[in-house]
């Protein structure tokens, strides 16, 4: 069996994703656990392979750079089909993120070889020949844990739980040819809306600060963006009931039905706690709940809470955070 272990490193519109260092960092664990190497697979447009020394930097043994104008947009098919191919050759695992782009990618890879796939993981252990991985079942009611005892093997992990790590190994770097020929793919992006290219994307932010139907009206909203302003390295996030109701925009909604994250810390407020709400974040490192209703459920979920008045509560936090911030 070989024990190298391949980690997709995503990209988009030329620049390495946040996503790509924690497939790495994962994948590291695994290949430390069985003695073998990570290959990091990069594709993109002719030029993606610059990146090559970040992901050697954070713990990539060999970068496979396979660049092709056909990869300028995600190209999930011919990605899928040239991570298989290569993991057809020996490799004990794949590691991938469980992001829009990385759930379009895995199960396919799976797919193709007919290998299991452990998805959405928020934490694994190597146990000999096996990966025993703990992902959310049930919208997040419980923690599964599931044994991969064949290899090779596909692990999508969710985005925001493994960290990435600096672990600089050699990052050496070889092309790789597309399998097949990525232009022939049955699925073309036509088009690429990107959201506001100033703020932080929900699945890189260390902090998100979330708003629900509490803060009363979309204009209120403008609070939770002074929060996370105050933090400087936060996103805002939101709950269908606002999206729903066109208070802030879709790509926003965080739970079942829209993003998953585990940021570091996730400022709650004015959520009820919804079980659809919960499945997209109650793996976050740190839950911090504002509610006016003690009784609100998102409280069970929370490791500090702040009962009371959203509106008259935010404005003194965001200055307690410039403080605090300013002290250094
Ligand atoms: C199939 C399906 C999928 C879904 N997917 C998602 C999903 O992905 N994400 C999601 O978020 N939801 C999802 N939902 C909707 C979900 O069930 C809830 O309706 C939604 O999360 C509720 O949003 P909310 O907490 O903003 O609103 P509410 O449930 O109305 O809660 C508002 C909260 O604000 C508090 N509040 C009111 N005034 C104040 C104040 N002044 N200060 C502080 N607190 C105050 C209230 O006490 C209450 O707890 C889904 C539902 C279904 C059926």
Avoid at 262 to 270: K, N
Wanted: hydrophobic share 45%.
């Amino acid at each position: 069996m070989s024990t190298n272990v391949l980690a997709f490193a995503e990209s988009r519109g030329g620049e390495l994703r946040r996503a790509a260092l924690e497939a790495v960092t994962a994948a590291r664990t695994i290949a430390d656990a069985s003695g073998g190497e990570v290959h990091a697979v990069l594709f993109g447009a002719p030029g993606i392979g610059k990146h090559a020394a970040a992901l050697g930097a954070h713990g990539a043994d060999k970068v496979l750079v396979v660049e092709h104008a056909g990869f300028t947009h995600n190209n999930p098919e011919a990605v899928a089909a040239t991570i298989a191919s290569r993991m057809g050759s020996g490799c004990r695992a794949c590691v991938c993120t469980a992001s829009a782009t990385g759930k379009d990618v895995a199960p396919r890879v799976a797919a193709k070889l007919k290998v299991p796939i452990a998805a959405d993981v928020i934490a694994f252990e190597v146990k000999g020949a096996a990966i025993q991985s703990t992902h959310p079942g049930y919208t997040g009611k419980v923690l599964q844990t599931t044994t991969l005892s064949a290899t090779p093997a596909v692990v999508s992990i969710r985005p925001g739980s493994f960290l990435p790590k600096e672990n600089a190994k050699a990052g050496t770097v070889e092309a790789l040819a597309p399998a097949g020929d990525p232009a022939a793919s049955r699925v073309r992006i036509t088009e690429t809306a990107t959201g506001n290219a100033a703020r932080l994307d929900l699945g890189e932010a260390p902090v998100i600060v979330s708003g629900g139907r509490g803060l009363k009206e979309p204009g209120n909203f403008k609070l939770v963006e002074e929060l996370a302003a105050a933090f400087g390295n936060a996103a805002v996030g939101a709950t269908r009931a606002v999206t729903d109701d066109g208070w802030r925009p879709h790509a926003d909604q965080i739970g079942q039905t829209g993003r998953l994250v585990s940021p570091d810390l996730y400022v709650a407020v004015g959520i009820s706690g919804a079980i659809q709400h919960l499945a997209g974040m109650r793996t976050s490192k740190t839950i911090v709940a504002i509610n006016k209703d003690k009784e609100a459920p998102i409280f069970k979920v929370a490791d500090y809470g702040i009962v009371g008045d959203a509106l008259a509560i935010l404005p003194v936090l965001t200055e307690a955070v410039k403080k605090a911030k300013a002290a250094g």
